[in-house]
């Protein structure tokens, strides 16, 4: 069985992540291999749009697989994970400024590399079985895939509210956090991915979008800004415990299960990823990030504690917030030197692509 199947129907190229099982959990072949498609049928003018999907009914891709980046960290020297993350986030950075309309239909579980392979894409497409997250503090991990830049960008704190606390969210507050862009009910879905074939995407969007159902996120931006917009998470977790919100103070406990050194890397990567523009430039500062975490004990533990073991009960080190140094933090945005990104070196940065 291959992992990622690609067609083509009438005038869309269609992408279908397979590995329902793994809820469609990202390979590096699998990054590889869309990275061929996307070049093959830029240049194929039969093919007008491209669809991503994915296989079964639980979503559209959980992340990628942590289990081997588990194994490469605690038993391996970590290059192998730091090539795959080297050819993801030039996808991610590809999907982004991809010169056709790139449809991203993330129905069901949408998390970590599968927010990177539709979040940036131009079409981006909920529904009322969404569940879309950056949940990496839970497993001693910085969210990474251009997940610091998109949520550096929505309004107010709830980007950094979703960044430390991985919470998942529904089809509203994706597009009130600006990680989606319309809602279609999954009933609907065949039917308008059907339509891709033969009509241009606005005439399908126009045929199949509907109203969003409410959200959560909207009625909580009172204490989310107020706890959120604090400098340090020493701090964050101090304004939650004495807002008086019950779910200010759920909130607080939450973060505190997290890993301390992934929180507090975690808001400094939010905070310099406000200040550095086009998304190649945060690429770069993620992937230096996520090297780090490599030498992390974090990393591996975490990944054990909820993905191998699942005792939930992960030994972080250090175990508490004051122990985590600025020093500690700084270290995980030491350049690379010549083993750098190097996306905005060599990329257009351009911000939009008209349609």
Known sequence: MTDVHFRTRGRAGHIILNRPKALNSLTHDMVLRISEALDRWEHDPAVETVVITGAGERGLCAGGDIRAIHDDARDGDGSATAAFWRDEYHLNARIARYPKPYVAVMDGIVMGGGVGVSAHGAFRIVTERSRIAMPETGIGFVPDVGGTYLLALAPGEL?????????????????????????????????????????????????????????????????????????????????????????????????????????????????????????????????????????????????????????????WSPPTLVEVTDADVERFFTPLGEHELGLAAHSDTTEEVAW
């Open 159 to 315: 980007g950094t509210y979703l960044a430390l606390t991985g919470a998942q969210i529904g089809a509203a507050d994706a597009l009130l956090c600006g990680l989606a862009d319309h809602y279609v009910p999954s009933a609907a879905l065949q039917d308008f991915v059907d339509d891709l074939a033969e009509k241009a995407v606005p005439e399908v969007l126009a045929r199949h979008v509907r109203p969003t159902p409410a959200g959560d996120l909207a009625g909580r931006r009172d204490w989310i800004d107020a706890c959120f917009s604090a400098d340090t998470v020493e701090d964050i977790v101090h304004r939650l415990l004495a807002h008086g919100d019950p779910a200010a103070k759920e909130t607080a406990e939450t973060l505190l299960t997290k890993s301390p050194t992934a929180l507090k890397v975690t808001l400094a990567a939010l905070r310099r990823a406000r200040e550095l523009g086009p998304l190649e430039r945060v690429l770069d500062q993620e992937y230096r990030v996520s090297c780090a975490n490599l030498t992390s004990p974090d990393l591996v533990e975490g990944i054990r504690a909820q993905v191998i073991d699942k005792d939930r009960d992960p030994r």
